[in-house]
Every structure is written in structure tokens, then in C-alpha cells.
């Protein structure tokens, strides 16, 4: 219905030739009051809150996503029920810095040059003065508290005070054992799994969640109305992949599954594909097989996952005790995805599914429940964020926001899901394809729908010309070169040579870590 401010009802009257009468005086009066009344109403109502929770390195292992038949995420799974989960949500580089730089600056990597693990994005010149996440909402007024892994690590002391307000723990790995588990090729100290330590408390997400809830549950006494954007991130199921007893207890070696491979899967994959994860701390499948490791880590890290559900469980609990529940949007995503065995490897650093595919759940006020299939991008976290609680973002998002699938899982989305990991390879992924482009050239293609574990390479079949040259033109005409100070997962292309962090990899190098049988 059409609302009648106060010039309007009167010149209504007037055009139906109804003469103020003094009943109609009492109705003007009444309509100056209410057109006085209603907007300060609307205005003073607090807006949203938002509870940002991140996990590291959790690829769709989870309930909601189906990426595994015996994850259990009890609580990730509350929080999709009564929500919006993005079942094709993928991350806009598959490497800690860079994709948490790409979702807090609401920038491609190929826009920023930020593909390693390193730098700061405030230290490059020309990315000094973008505004943030956090800030923006600072700028609208609200309260803003981190803690644990948002970026990748604390920000530099320097740039700390403008981003967040308030900061709790950081994120913590440990504790380690006297001596690792298991010893992996590289033997970094966190490329480990087991059971340990003995208990919960001990890990070092434990006391993140901890000081999140004790933050939701102070508000509760808050007497102000200032909203809140509280952001808690989580370090499991990063490596190393520990915790205790009782979550192994879940997944029973007896009847673990292993995750789908097939044999030979990476003959029909370019070189290049090899080039972005040249040489990892993370060991290759030949390595498990041999040690006896596989069903070790695969268990450890659904372990690991069910551990760190249940700190989401906490934080949620929090949020309903706060009784600010139903004016809290929450918003739950993952960095990035991880191979345990697929495609001949462990870890990121990739350009499919594994790697790139992400958990992202939106729920709270204005949000309905559902599943969105269409292609999200952690990228579009920005700008959606900006809209749902009516706040204006700076220029520059590359982002696009998902507020339409919010309210209606079916609603069209016309852009494609974009992959980068180092410059000029680029993945890009629609409802049913996917489509690589590596920085020399050389292609893969995949049909999802019938092809999900992405086993055959369709990019040289002729009869999927024009479904290849659809998506290549997706791939962006330009990635900006490594960002000065960029360090660690590195690949750099000279003059038709490859360097990966610093030294030439020959065309005559064998792959490293790979047996040839």
C-alpha cells in the first residue's frame, strides 16, 4: 500500500472535496505527529550486527556442502538451517595472505599483486590508503573486535589501530609435542597430525573462541546502541592437524573413507599445473601411500574439523544468550580449500575444486533458508556485507553483492566464480564448468556436473570448443605482477622461464617428491 505523508493526505481530502472537519483536524494533527514520530523511529532502531567467523584451511568437509559422507559439523549445520549456504563458493586465491587480503580489501589478487604469503598489503605504495573491511564499518559507526586468524596473522603494529578497535588473542598452532608425529619429507615442525593435546582447553583456537563469547555475552549489558561487527578466526584445520581423543573417536580407521582418486589422474594435466605447488611443506600422496599415512591424516584432519565445529558451536551459543541473535547477521567462510590426496598431492595451491571450493553461510535477519547453486566468490563478502546492514562502500570492490540470493536461492547470478594463484593462472568456474588457463598457455577444462572429482581434461576435445572459448572470456586480460616485498609461494615468469621462489625450474626437472614408476 501507498504510505500518505502529511501534504499528501490533506491534498487528498482536498481532491475528494472533503471538508476538514474537526475529526479531520484531529487527522492532520495526527499525521503531523506520525510523519514526525516514524522516521525517528525507523532511524534510531539499531542496525544489524554482524559475527564474522573464519576457519583456515577447511575445504567443503562439512555437512552442508556434502564434501565428505562422514564429516560431522553439527553446529556449522544449525547455522545453514537457518540460513543461506552457497554450495558453489570458492576463494579468490587459494593461499592464506592472499586470499584474506583479496575478501578484507574487496580486491582481486590480480588487481593487488598480493599472490604470496607476503607482504602486508599496507606496506605496497599504491594499496597504502584503501579502505578495509573493518573500517568501513568503523566508519558507519559500529564496534569493531577481532580475534585470532582475519588476516593472515595480527596486522603490523604500525597499521594495527586503524583497522579493528579491539583485539583478543591471536591466533595460536600450538601446542606441539616434544618430538612430531610423523616425519614428512620436509619435516616442517607444523606439517603434522595426531592425537593431541589431551584436552580442548589446551588448543590454541580454544582461548579465541573463549574471549568471542565472553564479547557477545557483554552485550547484554550494554546500555548503548551501537552496533557490533566482531570478527573470530580459527587456525584448524590448519596444519598441524591435533586434537584430542575424543574427536578421533568419531572417525574410526576401521570404516574411514578415503577421499576418490584415480590412478594416472595427472597425465592429462600441463606441466604447468605442477609449477604451483612445485615444491610445498606438504607431502604428496606417493609419500602417504608409503608410510602408511594416508588414513592418518585424512583422519586427523575430519579430526581437526569436528574440533573446530565445535568452537563455532560456542560462539553460537554466545550469540543466542546475548539475546542479540535475531539482530545478527553471521557470516561463516574459509580461506581456502585442501587436497588430502586428490590430484597427487596434500595442501593448497591449486586450481580446482579441492583448493578453491569454499564453506560460506549467511544467516540472520532478512536472510532466508535455502541453498544458493550459483558460483560465489569469498570477494563478494564485502560488498554484501555493506548492503545487508544499509552502509555505503568505497568505490573500487570488484565484488558483487549477494544480498539477491539472500532472499531468493533462484535468483539469476551473472558472473562466474574467478580463481587466481600467481599471476596469468586463473580458473574460472560456472554452475556446471570449469575452465584453466595456466600463465603459459596450456588449458584444462572440466565438466562439474558429470565430472566432479575433475578426471578428465576436455580441453583439447574439439566438440567442447565453444563451451572453452565461453569461459575463456571470463579469464582477466591482466594480473599485476608480484607486489613488491612478496615472498613465499612465489612463481615468477621471465622471459619463458619459471622461477619458483627464485630458482629456475628446467624443463628437464623432475617433479619433486614423485615417484616414477
Not at 207 to 214: F, I
Not at 316 to 335: H, P
Not at 377 to 404: A, M, R
Request: proline share 10%.
Amino acid at each position: 500500500p501507498t504510505t500518505l505523508g502529511f501534504s499528501t493526505s490533506v491534498s487528498y481530502f482536498r481532491e475528494l472535496d472533503v471538508p476538514l472537519n474537526p475529526d479531520c483536524r484531529m487527522l492532520k494533527t495526527l499525521c503531523c505527529v506520525l510523519a514526525l514520530v516514524l522516521p525517528l523511529a525507523a532511524f534510531s532502531a539499531k542496525p544489524p550486527n554482524v559475527l564474522m567467523i573464519a576457519i583456515d584451511d577447511l575445504n567443503d568437509w562439512v555437512g552442508p556442502l556434502d564434501g565428505h559422507p562422514q564429516a560431522q559439523t553439527p553446529h556449522m549445520d544449525r547455522l545453514a538451517a537457518r540460513g543461506m549456504v552457497f554450495t558453489n563458493a570458492h576463494c579468490q586465491t587459494p593461499l592464506c595472505n592472499s586470499s584474506r587480503t583479496s575478501l578484507i580489501t574487496g580486491r582481486r589478487p590480480g588487481s593487488t599483486g598480493i599472490y604470496a604469503l607476503a607482504p602486508w598489503f599496507r606496506d605496497v605504495p599504491n594499496l597504502r590508503d584503501i579502505e578495509s573491511l573493518p573500517q568501513t564499518f568503523r566508519r558507519a559507526g559500529y564496534r569493531t573486535a577481532l580475534a585470532g586468524k582475519i588476516y593472515h596473522g595480527f596486522p603490523p603494529e604500525k597499521d594495527r589501530d586503524q583497522e579493528f578497535e579491539i583485539y583478543g588473542p591471536r591466533a595460536d598452532f600450538g601446542p606441539y609435542p616434544e618430538t612430531k608425529f610423523v616425519a614428512t619429507p620436509t619435516n616442517h615442525k607444523m606439517v603434522d597430525w595426531g592425537v593431541f593435546p589431551a584436552s580442548d582447553e589446551e588448543q590454541g583456537d580454544y582461548p579465541v573462541a573463549s574471549w568471542g563469547v565472553e564479547q557477545l555475552l557483554a552485550e547484554k549489558d550494554r546500555d548503548d546502541d551501537i552496533p557490533f561487527f566482531y570478527a573470530i578466526g580459527f587456525g584448524r584445520p590448519h596444519v598441524p592437524l591435533y586434537a584430542s581423543q575424543k574427536w578421533f573417536d568419531l572417525y574410526p580407521e576401521e570404516t574411514l573413507q578415503l577421499p576418490p582418486v584415480l590412478a594416472g589422474d595427472r597425465d592429462d594435466t600441463p606441466r604447468a599445473s605442477w609449477h604451483l605447488h612445485w615444491k610445498l611443506p606438504e607431502p604428496r600422496l606417493d609419500f602417504l601411500q608409503e608410510a602408511d599415512q594416508w588414513h592418518n591424516l585424512v583422519r586427523s584432519y575430519l579430526a581437526s574439523i569436528s574440533f573446530v565445529d565445535s568452537q563455532v558451536g560456542r560462539l553460537l551459543d554466545a550469540l543466542d544468550a546475548s539475546g542479540q541473535a535475531d539482530n545478527t547477521i553471521v557470516v561463516l567462510w574459509s580461506d581456502h580449500g585442501f587436497h588430502l590426496g586428490e590430484k597427487r598431492i596434500t595442501g593448497k595451491n591449486t586450481l580446482w575444486e579441492r583448493s578453491t571450493r569454499v564453506p560460506l553461510i549467511f544467516a540472520g535477519p532478512g536472510i532466508e533458508q535455502g541453498k544458493v547453486r550459483t558460483p560465489a566468490e569469498l570477494l563478494d563478502i564485502y560488498p554484501t556485507l555493506t548492503d545487508l546492514v544499509g552502509i555505503t562502500s568505497p568505490d573500487g570492490l570488484e565484488g558483487h553483492s549477494l544480498s539477491p540470493q539472500l532472499s531468493d536461492p533462484e535468483a539469476p547470478r551473472h558472473w562466474p566464480a574467478i580463481t587466481t594463484h600467481n599471476a596469468g593462472n586463473n580458473t574460472v568456474r560456472t554452475t556446471d564448468w570449469r575452465y584453466i588457463r595456466y600463465a603459459d598457455g596450456s588449458e584444462e577444462l572440466y565438466h562439474m556436473a558429470v565430472d566432479p572429482n575433475e578426471w578428465h581434461n576436455l580441453a583439447a576435445d574439439p566438440r567442447h570448443a565453444d563451451q572453452k572459448q565461453e569461459l575463456a572470456r571470463w579469464i582477466p586480460p591482466y594480473n599485476a605482477p608480484p607486489a613488491p616485498g612478496s615472498r613465499s609461494r612465489v612463481i615468477d615468469y621471465r622471459d619463458d622461464r619459471v622461477f619458483w621462489e627464485g630458482e629456475e625450474i628446467l624443463p628437464t626437472n623432475p617433479i619433486p617428491e614423485i615417484v616414477i614408476h
